[in-house]
């Protein structure tokens, strides 16, 4: 028999252990994610445009206020549609809708709260969030795989001891993945401001945003040869 075919299947003198090995770690999030649009309606095409160009600036300013707890802003799609009226002839046009959407994560969560309700109390602003994930780069996700390998090899070593015999060598080890879990967000938006003179003084109270822990789980698949035991 081929090294390559003993290696899958075992032989009686190298009789093949195959197991698998997981570990989860449950971890506090490293950065959040929010969505912003921003809109803009009116009859003209001009002051829509710069309705919007005025609320995206205000939103961008308050978002680069919070210095380095903004660890990225970005702007994604920009949108300037016409509306036509759904009566009369031809192609007249009702209004426009513009839109700009933009994204900002973070990883100081103590401002989160704060300005997230900022933005939402600014006019025709939505946001969208928190996501809660890990870095792409995190050690976290190493931790995993490592325990999941060293839970294989336990649990090998268990099976051989069970059969009065030892480990003799590691003919395989294939990754069977290493995922976060994704946690629910919560959703959040406000339109145009509809607050008396009294109300529209007195700031919005911040919200208490809670990070959700975040599931990793990482898993492998390991073949060992074993020393041939004695039955």
Excluded: C
Excluded at 57 to 64: F, G, I, S, Y
């Amino acid at each position: 028999m081929t090294s390559a075919a003993t290696a899958r299947h075992g032989t009686p003198d190298a009789p093949l252990l195959v197991v698998r090995g997981e570990a989860e770690l449950d971890v506090e999030p490293e950065v959040a994610r929010i969505g912003i649009t921003v809109g803009a309606r009116g009859r003209d095409r001009r002051s829509t445009l710069d309705d919007l160009t005025r609320r995206n600036t205000a939103v961008l300013d308050l978002v680069k206020s919070y210095g380095r707890a903004v660890e990225e802003l970005s702007t994604g799609a920009f949108s300037l549609t016409p509306e036509l009226a759904e009566r009369g002839r031809g192609e007249r046009v009702r209004s426009y809708r513009g839109r700009v959407h933009l994204g900002a994560e973070f990883s100081d969560f103590t401002v989160l709260g704060e300005l997230t309700t900022r933005l939402a109390d600014l006019e025709l602003t939505r946001v969208d969030g928190p996501w809660w994930s890990l870095r792409p780069g995190s050690p976290v996700h190493a931790e995993a795989r490592r325990r999941a390998v060293a839970e294989a090899v336990q649990r090998a070593r268990e099976y051989a001891e069970a059969l009065g015999t030892t480990l003799a060598a590691l003919t395989e080890l294939a990754d069977t993945g290493t995922e976060p879990s994704r946690p629910g967000l919560s959703s959040f938006a406000r339109g145009a401001r509809r607050m008396s003179r009294a109300d529209a003084s007195e700031p919005a109270e911040p919200l208490d945003l809670e990070p959700a822990r975040l599931r990793v789980a990482a898993g492998v698949e390991a073949r060992f040869t074993m020393a041939p035991p004695r039955l």
